[in-house]
């Protein structure tokens, strides 16, 4: 394949062999106007464009069309995220995402499940939209037991270290491999600093899922934005937060800061009025922004994909394109402590993404996994 390098804007070729770049020149000029640049990791994705992972009807094919949908964004690795819900409702999901395995390319693009609850704070804020009668206290035996349903593919938990019980069960977590994130806390600057020392590593959705009003000084946004320890992942998509915020996170952590879509079933869908198994009646406008029906002003979860929200942060010169990428893809894995494995580089696995740019539009022209096509525009 052949185009610009998404850092250095120099013309390559890249040639690869079964799943490796095998080799990467610098030629004099391309037949196209494309970018080719590494393949996009999410780590938090509830759903996309109608299908949910954490609906009681969600089935092995809706996973199949989850991780079809996402290729067409760029996405080479992803995190189906299972949110606060029943217990019969989780092994069910989980179930789900496991037996979806069985096809190859599947298996390879889906980089484990995030478990974002049910461990979760119970106030009104912080909580969001995770339904108050399932949230409870860490319960290491209930979470072993989803473990063991999931075949060890719980690599990554978000919960609040404001419960008794937590730095032990992030200890617990930590020891057998799995990325511990605090978020929908209420948790008080010391308890996130031992959430640190036991383990913790990411904030999640930092900014987002919080009260009204905080105390000025002493409170958990400052305590984990301060955290030398502690990367953050970020919702850019124009609405979760505003631009100066997001403009302050970056500055603060500019190489620990993550891109997340946190994208719900909703997008990728056209603008309409829907029905929501949690927040009940919303609404998504021509711009994107999903909110509560009957309360216009506050948002009912993401409706952009991992490729909207770098096209956001490039666009309004929050940072740049290249950087915006790598916050969309490598950084993500090295948040996660993978080693990562791909990227443009000689050597690194083909999990690539070819577009074009059109007034300020990326397109998806190729998204190729493990060295294959997995999508083509037509």
């Known amino acids: 394949m052949e185009g610009l390098h998404y850092k250095s804007l120099k013309t390559i070729r890249v040639d690869i062999e079964q799943d490796i770049i095998s080799n990467i020149a610098e030629i004099k000029s391309s037949k196209n106007n494309y970018w080719i640049a590494p393949g996009l990791v999410d780590l938090q994705v509830n759903g996309f464009r109608g299908k949910d992972f954490n609906q009681e009807d969600t089935n092995i094919e809706d996973v199949e069309l989850i991780t079809k949908y996402l290729w067409e964004t760029g996405v080479t690795t992803y995190f189906p995220t299972l949110i606060t819900n029943s217990d019969a409702n989780i092994r069910h999901s989980i179930k789900n995402i496991v037996h979806a395995f069985k096809e190859k390319s599947i298996k390879e693009t889906i980089g484990g499940i995030h478990l974002e609850g049910p461990f979760l704070s119970k106030e009104n804020g912080p909580r969001g939209a995770h339904p108050l009668e399932f949230i409870q206290a860490p319960n290491w035996d209930l979470f072993c037991k989803w473990q063991e349903i999931a075949e060890g593919k719980i690599k990554m938990i978000t919960l609040s270290p404001e419960w008794l019980a937590s730095t ?35 904030s999640t959705h930092l900014g987002n899922a919080t009260h009204a009003m905080l105390p000025r000084h002493s ?67 021509q711009q994107g922004r999903l909110f509560m029906k009957d309360s216009p002003d506050f948002l009912a ?46 050597g690194k696995k083909a999990d690539l993404m070819v577009f074009e740019q059109v007034e300020g539009k990326i397109n998806i022209v190729q998204t190729i996994k493990a060295g294959k096509i997995v999508y083509s525009r037509t």
């Open 219 to 285: 409170n958990y946004i400052w305590e984990q934005l301060a955290s030398e320890g502690l990367w953050s992942t970020i919702i850019a998509d124009g609405f979760h937060l505003p631009d100066s915020l997001l403009k302050v996170l970056l500055k603060v952590k500019p190489e620990m800061t993550v891109l997340v879509s946190d994208a719900t079933k909703f997008a990728g869908m056209k603008p309409g009025r829907y029905h929501s198994h949690i927040g009940g009646d919303i609404e998504l406008d």
């Open 168 to 202: 032990a069960f992030i200890s617990k977590c930590v020891d057998r491999g799995v990325v511990v994130a605090i978020g929908h806390t209420a948790a008080s600057p010391a308890q996130i600093q031992e959430a640190v020392a036991a383990g913790a590593s990411i």
């Open 301 to 346: 979860g993401s409706a952009k994909s991992l490729l909207d929200c770098i096209e956001n942060l490039s666009n309004r010169q929050i940072t740049s394109l290249a950087k915006a990428i790598d916050m969309a893809s490598i950084k993500a894995l090295e948040a996660i402590k993978a080693r990562p494995s791909f990227g443009l580089e000689i």
